[in-house]
């Protein structure tokens, strides 16, 4: 028994390990949340009948589908969105492959990118700039705000206010409900909206970012719940603060994102809605003729709005 004792113990404590890795993983594998009661959703929304008081050119930038599907499904997700936009009275859309001509940019007010950024160069830099600075919006999904390499991700970071910095520097991971999104309510894209909002997802967070960006996003532990304010959660070393941002170049805007991994997540109502406000605050206009796209597709004849498929079973594609 003396000698067995050692080995027992080495087998229980492997066991043990196991056991907290197999649910560590079990808590951050691909799911989404459980579909939510319309009504619910409907007070955040609101339900006004409202039009855009311009029209408004939307531009949809893609790129080659990088994962395995259901994750950064770039030409899904393109699919998904432009037809539903295009629903939305006075919204024409056009869409860009990896990266919009001038003639595209000159007729553009909002470019809303999903891909994986390509090498800019330095004239492409030149165009994007001057579109944000004479008043284009933007709204940049997830690995929108990554072009690699690094050396010119500074310039890129002065379109859109944040980039990656590098393997090294930038840091990226996914999470679950243990790691709410905080909201800054009192920025105006998020006025109204809870203070707190649960995914499973990923963010990234160490970027570099321009002195006039505003956090108004962050992924951070549950314990930060008890904080009063959201200036409070971002001030702790544990808050992964470029979960949303906000950013003013000239007269341009843009709202940007570092979520929005899993395609899932675009089935979501409360992401949705995150995203749309996003969209009219970029545009300078009420969220109101875009509150039916939360709702679109995902409502069920139960009242329910959102998904249960995690949709890992697409085949994405190249193009
Ligand atoms: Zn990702």
Redesign the pocket.
């Known amino acids: 028994m003396m000698r067995c004792a050692p080995l027992l113990s080495v087998l229980l404590v492997s066991l043990a390990v196991q056991q907290v890795s197999a649910q560590k993983k079990t808590q951050l594998a691909p799911r989404p949340n459980a579909p939510v009661a319309k009504q619910e959703i409907l007070k955040l929304t609101g339900n006004k009948e409202a039009e855009l008081s311009k029209d408004v050119q939307i531009l949809w930038l893609y790129g080659p589908e990088d994962?395995r599907g259901g994750?950064?499904d770039y030409i899904r997700i393109k699919e998904l969105f432009v037809p539903m936009l295009k629903t939305v009275p006075r919204v024409t859309v056009d869409e860009a492959f990896r990266f919009p001509s001038q003639a595209q940019f000159d007729k553009a007010d909002v470019l809303i990118q999903f891909l994986h950024m390509p090498d800019l160069t330095a004239e492409q830099l030149q165009m994007y700039k001057s579109f944000v600075e004479r008043g284009g919006g933007v709204v940049s999904i997830?690995?929108s705000c990554i072009m690699r390499p690094a050396k010119r991700a500074g310039q890129y970071a002065e379109c859109i206010g944040c980039s990656w910095k590098g393997n090294k520097e930038s840091k990226?991971s996914k999470f679950d409900h243990s790691y709410p999104l905080f909201l800054n309510t009192k920025h105006p894209a998020f006025v109204g909206l809870p203070r707190l909002i649960r995914f499973n997802d990923?963010s990234y967070w160490n970027l570099i970012t321009r002195d006039n960006v505003e956090a108004i996003g962050a992924i951070a532990p549950q314990s930060l719940e008890s904080k009063v304010s959201f200036s409070d959660v971002l001030k702790s070393e544990d808050a992964r603060s470029h979960a949303f941002w906000a950013y003013q170049s000239g007269k341009g805007r843009v709202f940007g994102t570092t979520t929005g991994?899993y395609t899932y997540t675009y089935f979501d109502p409360m992401y949705r809605l995150l995203l749309m406000r996003g969209l009219a605050w970029t545009l300078n206009e009420d969220p109101a003729p875009f509150m039916p796209l939360v709702f679109q597709g995902i409502t069920n004849d139960k009242g329910l709005v959102g998904t249960t498929d995690s949709m890992l079973d697409y085949k994405n594609r190249k193009r």
């Open positions: 994962h994750e950064h997830h690995e990226w990923e991994h």
